[in-house]
C-alpha cells in the first residue's frame, strides 16, 4: 500500500528551472520504480522519467532528455523531478507513480499507484 503526493508546481518563465517532489508512504518504497508522467489538455498522458528503486537505472523520454533529471532519496521516501531548461509546451499537470514490480516501464499500465498531480504553466 502506497501513498503519492505530487507538490511544487507553480507559473515559471520559459528559461526558467523548476523541482517538483513526489513524497511516498509505505515502507517497500525504496523497492518501488518510479516514473513521472505529464498530461496536457485534449492529450493522452505521456511518459517522462523513471528510476527504480536502488537508482541504479533511469530511463528518459526523448523529450525531456538533456533538460530533465530524475533522483530519489529513499531515506525521505521522496522522488524528485528537476526540469531546467522549461519551455512552455511543457506546460501540463505532472504525476508520478509507483510500480511495485520495479521494472521502469514507460507504459501507464504498469504502474500500480498514481498521485492526484500537480500543475506546471510556463509562460512565454
Known amino acids: 500500500q502506497v501513498q503519492l503526493v505530487e507538490s511544487g508546481g507553480g507559473l515559471v518563465q520559459a528559461g526558467g528551472s523548476l523541482t517538483l517532489s513526489c513524497a511516498a508512504s509505505?515502507?517497500?518504497?525504496?523497492?518501488?520504480?518510479v516514473g513521472w508522467f505529464r498530461q496536457s489538455p485534449g492529450k493522452e498522458r505521456e511518459f517522462l522519467v523513471a528510476?527504480?528503486?536502488?537508482?541504479?537505472?533511469?530511463r528518459y523520454a526523448d523529450s525531456v532528455k538533456g533538460r530533465f533529471a530524475i533522483s530519489r532519496d529513499n531515506a525521505k521516501s521522496t522522488v524528485y523531478l528537476q526540469m531546467n531548461r522549461l519551455k512552455p509546451e511543457d506546460t501540463a499537470v505532472y504525476f508520478c507513480?509507483?510500480?511495485?514490480?520495479?521494472?521502469?516501464?514507460?507504459?501507464?499500465?504498469?504502474?500500480?499507484?498514481w498521485g492526484q498531480g500537480t500543475q506546471v504553466t510556463i509562460s512565454s
Open positions: 507513480a509507483a510500480d511495485q514490480y520495479n521494472t521502469n516501464s514507460p507504459l501507464t499500465g504498469a504502474y500500480d499507484y
Open positions: 509505505g515502507r517497500t518504497f525504496s523497492n518501488y520504480a
Open positions: 528510476i527504480n528503486g536502488g537508482s541504479t537505472r533511469k
